[in-house]
């Protein structure tokens, strides 16, 4: 089992289907492996929030049940 602390643009990618090109043969697996787990900062909630606030990052829902959804 491995330990993994995503950043920002990462955990957007692996939860959007738009942007799964961007990861990495190596992530994919990493991600597809179920022993693995992954952790997000506190700071990408605040990162993405303001991404939101700021109309630079559109998301279907209030950003609590988002993220707690996506994680």
Do not use: C, R
Not at 29 to 38: A, R, V, W
Not at 52 to 62: E, F, M, R, T
């Amino acid at each position: 089992m491995m330990k993994f602390l995503l950043d920002t643009h990462t955990f957007l990618w692996l939860i959007n289907e738009l942007y799964s090109s961007k990861l990495s043969e190596t992530a994919k697996k990493l991600f597809l492996n179920p022993k693995n787990q992954f952790y997000l900062s506190i700071a990408s909630v605040w990162e993405i929030a303001i991404k939101v606030s700021l109309g630079k990052l559109d998301i279907v829902q209030p950003i609590e049940p988002f993220i707690s959804e996506q994680l």
